[in-house]
């Protein structure tokens, strides 16, 4: 995402608190206790819902699950033939 999108998303959150979530020192831009504490608490509802997605499926008989995978730009063409085996 470019900065201007960033910002724009962050001032979209922040709409929904009264109390600020980031605040800006000198030139750079900080979170806040209750900021890194509504990060935190949502780190955690993503991970729950996760949980949830998973026993759905394993209920149903279906493999699933999350896999993550990090590569230098040029691998959008190799990956997809990698995980072709895999799915």
Do not use: C
Not at 45 to 54: M, Q, S, V
Request: avoid cysteine.
């Amino acid at each position: 995402m470019t900065q201007p999108a960033v910002s724009i998303q962050l001032k979209n959150l922040q709409e929904n608190f009264e109390v600020p979530l980031t605040e800006i020192i000198g030139k750079k831009i900080h979170i806040t206790e209750f900021g890194q504490e509504l990060a935190d608490t949502a780190d955690r509802i993503f991970d729950e819902l996760g949980k949830i997605e998973e026993k759905m499926l394993e209920l149903k008989g279906l493999l699933g699950g999350k896999i993550r995978i990090s590569a230098v730009s040029t691998g959008k063409y190799i990956i997809p033939y990698l995980m072709a085996d895999f799915m």
